[in-house]
């Protein structure tokens, strides 16, 4: 019987459409060519176009609606017009809330044929995958803005580190370094943060007592950065916080080819409810319609979502297709300095899963 998975698009903002079109066009090809499984889309029309015409980010009824597949794609959000804290908290952050998508998996990874601003890295040099928690932290929504417009303004934004959202993130990225037989470093900021990082570092020592086999090292955000760029070699599977984690994979995504092959994934790995999966890019307005934008990252985070419905056989075949694409440097964006239109990449991308089964 031939297993369907059901998928929520939700192309969202800028090129967003344009970039998800070409995910779903690998997805297809790939269903294709295995038969035993295929895909059910459904799009919905969120985002800040939605916003400006109805005065919300997504339907009141959108989370029941997205409650009944197995996996959210998104494109991205966020447009002039509409402020950035009202795009990111009322459809992103509200996914990732909603459906205890506390897992954020964030591949930095040096593929062939991208390019490095490093001098001497080569590919294999850069490969790391990082854990972020992704529903608490600094991202909590916590604090209060007391005697607005007053000379005594106050504004208190709060980190929220339950032993709950601490622990089980900890343990995910314990449990991937066991199974995958790599390091594990935590990054954090305790010498100044002398609560939340204080508590983290701690719960991080107390489960590795669990994990006694596994290599651990911790460093500070500031020093982890610096050795992002100098030495990056040395970094396997990293664990840190929302907001360490959301500043360090640009970092990373800067040093593996750019913004435009970075992918995400937002998991709750229980599976009780969908996890969402997206390129990080963000809409990029500027080059919106101009069929220029880079689907890597949005075919990328297919990979991840193939891996996540259990077929890691496929996910691999998607990125070496990818890593083929980048070595041929025949057909890429502008941003990777080549003429090629988004679609074109997504072809190309097509013709060398095909290649490969055939073979």
Known sequence: MMKTYKVAVIPGDGIGPEVLAEGIKVLKEVAKLDGTFSFDFVTFP???????????MMDDAGMECLQEFDAIYLGAVGYPGVPDHISLWDLLLRIRKGFDQYINLRPIQLLKGAPCPLNGVQPGQIDMLVVRENS??????AGDWLFKGKPEEVVLQTGVFSRKGTERVIRYAYELARKTGKTLTSISKANALNYSMVFWDQ????????YPDVKTYSYLVDAASMFFVKDPGRFQIVVTSNLFGDILTDLGAAITGGMGLAAGANLNPERKYPSMFEPIHGSAPDIAGKAIA??????????QMLDFFGQEEWGKIVLT??????????CLTPDLDGKAKTNEVGDAVVSAICAMKKN
Not at 136 to 141: F, H, I, K, R, V
């Open 46 to 56: 969120w985002g800040c176009e939605y916003y400006l015409k109805h005065g919300k």
């Open 321 to 330: 297709a990818i890593e083929q694409v980048l070595v041929k440097n025949e």
């Open 136 to 141: 608490e932290g600094e991202y909590a929504g």
């Open 203 to 210: 719960v991080f020592v107390e489960v590795s007592k669990e």
């Open 294 to 303: 880079n689907p890597i990252a949005s075919i990328w985070s297919v990979s």
